[in-house]
């Protein structure tokens, strides 16, 4: 069983930047491939960026060139750096693992979840 909790959003203006961590429990952290997903009012619910155990990376079309993930296995932790942040950025925020070293681009593909955290972009 894995815990999964993220925290750093927030309101920040049109063009700033913020940070998200995602905390996780188990010893097994490394193993995991991870997950950024993002949910706005009446949207489904879309992955922002991915990062396999061996830290290979996927981005959504929508935040490549501006967002960054990476992980530090050795804290437990996943990190989710958004630059140039835009109006349609705002949405919860959610992080995800799945038990497998691949990244799955579906929600679907993933075992566990944070509760979210707020991000919302003022314009």
């Known amino acids: 069983q894995v815990q999964l909790v993220e925290s750093g959003g927030g309101l920040v203006q049109a063009g700033g930047s913020l940070r998200l961590s995602c905390g996780a429990s188990?010893?097994?952290?490394?193993?995991?491939?991870m997950g950024w997903f993002r949910q706005a009012p009446g949207k489904e619910r879309e992955m922002v960026a991915g990062?396999?155990?061996?830290?290979?990376?996927y981005y959504g079309d929508s935040v490549k060139g501006r967002f960054t993930i990476s992980r530090d296995n050795a804290k437990n932790t996943m990190y989710l750096q958004m630059n140039s942040l835009k109006p349609e950025d705002t949405a919860v925020y959610y992080c995800?693992?799945?038990?497998?070293?691949?990244?799955?681009?579906?929600?679907?593909?993933?075992?566990?979840w944070g509760q979210g955290t707020q991000v919302t972009v003022s314009s």
């Open positions: 990062i396999s155990s061996g830290r290979s990376t």
């Open positions: 995800a693992a799945r038990s497998v070293v691949n990244i799955a681009t579906s929600p679907s593909g993933y075992d566990y």
């Open positions: 188990g010893r097994t952290f490394g193993r995991y491939a």
